[in-house]
């Protein structure tokens, strides 16, 4: 019912930035907590930021606090990463996700309820 679609993501040089977005339909998007995950080659599915329904509560990733920051506009159904500061080990797919579960432990993938198909970013040192 709910489908989520990502994008922005590109190649991008060390120490660049880039905007991935996330939009939202089919469902109501106020209610969700969205997060964000990545996964790089040969790797798990790794938690990167997560943000409330409301925009009050925000967590990340120790890997990306102080270089990402995670927000959202109600209004146009959409979630957005901003990644500044970008390194090569920030390559991976990038996946927005959403829940309906309103706790406030954000980082565990298997309590969210949909995905995006995934946006590659890829950082070149």
């Known amino acids: 019912q709910v489908q989520l679609v990502e994008s922005g993501g590109g190649l991008v040089q060390a120490g660049g930035s880039l905007r991935l977005s996330c939009v939202a339909s089919?469902?109501?998007?106020?209610?969700?907590?969205m997060g964000w995950f990545r996964q790089a080659p040969g790797k798990e599915r790794e938690f990167v930021a997560a943000?409330?329904?409301?925009?009050?509560?925000?967590d990340y990733a120790d890997s990306v606090k102080g270089r990402f920051t995670i927000s959202r506009d109600n209004a146009k159904n959409t979630v957005y990463l901003q990644m500044n500061s970008l390194k090569p080990e920030d390559t991976g797919v990038y996946y927005c996700?959403?829940?309906?579960?309103?706790?406030?432990?954000?980082?565990?993938?298997?309590?969210?309820?949909?995905w995006g198909q995934g946006t590659q970013v890829t950082v070149s040192s």
């Open positions: 089919g469902g109501s998007f106020n209610t969700y907590v």
């Open positions: 943000v409330s329904w409301s925009g009050k509560n925000t």
């Open positions: 996700a959403a829940r309906w579960d309103s706790g406030t432990y954000y980082q565990t993938p298997s309590t969210y309820d949909h």
